[in-house]
């Protein structure tokens, strides 16, 4: 039976402002990708996703960003590889210390928007990070973009690290990500990307946005919590995937 991990971003709403619905997510998905606080999250907010995650056994992961609320993470930043480790360390500590409160652990840890781009393929920046989650706990597992250099090196500097493709973004025929400034980046069709996400776990396929064929090879799945129709198009993913007699699981456990 072939198993694939369904994961979701979470935890970033601030205030009085919201960001998708959490609740609804959670009853969806396997692992959440929980804000830390750098690029959107508050305390008390972060906190109650936690409990809600810990209430239902989804595994958590720490999303931890660059510093940049104004700009949702989204803006690339030159930062000095020692400031990086160390903004990577105090985020997953304080990820750690809300989970405990909450009953559950930290299991693994997803960079968030230009971070999880530019050390996709960023040296320097990338073993910031490593050194970052192997100062915490070098049992945290890696979460990277499907097909980048990242993978082999974190690997190589004693991290297990997962592969992740994401369901509502559409690919190269390279099989990278269309850049967001380009139209059709971002998919909307529930049922449409269902499709695309079960023949992904089949055959290591998707259909890139020339429409040729794009070869990628992952071990969880990323529906962005933020997108419009979220919710719907995750439980479109899960129902069709465990139809199709898919085994959905995270790839970390729930408890450790």
Request: charge should be negative.
């Amino acid at each position: 039976m072939p198993i694939i991990d369904l994961n979701s971003d979470m935890g970033e709403s601030f205030g009085q402002w919201s960001m998708g619905d959490d609740a609804a997510m959670l009853d969806i998905v396997t692992s959440a990708n929980v804000a830390c606080g750098f690029h959107a999250g508050d305390p008390a907010g972060i906190l109650r996703t936690l409990k809600a995650a810990a209430a239902r056994g989804v595994t958590i992961g720490a999303h931890v960003a660059y510093p940049d609320l104004v700009g949702f993470g989204r803006r690339n930043m030159d930062i000095a590889s020692d400031e990086l480790t160390a903004d990577v360390i105090y985020q997953i500590g304080a990820l750690q210390a809300l989970a405990t409160a909450a009953g559950t652990s930290v299991r693994y840890v997803k960079p968030h928007g230009a971070l999880y781009n530019t050390i996709a393929h960023d040296k320097r920046q990338a073993l910031a990070v490593i050194e970052a989650i192997r100062a915490v706990d070098a049992r945290l597992v890696l979460v990277a973009l499907a097909g980048s250099p990242l993978i082999e090196l974190a690997r190589s500097e004693g991290l297990t690290c997962i592969a992740e493709a994401f369901a509502d973004r559409a690919y190269t025929p390279q099989g990278t990500l269309v850049s967001r400034r380009e139209p059709g980046a971002v998919l909307h069709d529930a049922k449409q990307v269902a499709q695309r996400m079960l023949r992904l776990v089949q055959s290591g396929e998707v259909e890139a946005v020339d429409g040729s064929v794009a070869r990628i090879e992952a071990d969880s799945i990323c529906v962005h919590g933020d997108s419009p129709g979220a919710v719907q198009m995750a439980r479109e993913v899960r129902q069709l995937l465990e139809h199709s007699g898919v085994s959905l699981q995270s790839f970390a456990g729930s408890t450790r």
